[in-house]
């Protein structure tokens, strides 16, 4: 798989993930759900190589970020 491929696959991955928890503050449940499935992301990029897991790795940090700020208010 080439590299453009890897990394469009990654993006609808990561939108995929935002679009199932949504756009508002999370319950711990769905926190806890939402780390599990980044997780699995983070595994199924880990196969491919290792920049595209570094790279999922960082989207993922970022979105989590997102989430934490919501939840801050």
């Known amino acids: 798989m080439d590299d453009r491929t890897v990394i469009y696959n990654l993006q ?6 935002t679009e199932k928890y949504g756009y508002e503050k999370l319950t711990d449940e769905q926190w806890e759900r939402f780390v599990e499935d980044g997780y699995a992301l983070q595994a199924k990029y880990r196969k491919v190589n290792r920049n595209a897991e570094l790279l999922m790795r960082d989207m993922f940090r970022a979105v989590q970020e997102y989430y934490i700020r919501k939840k801050e208010g």
Do not use: G, I
């Open 12 to 17: 609808r991955d990561m939108w995929r993930m």
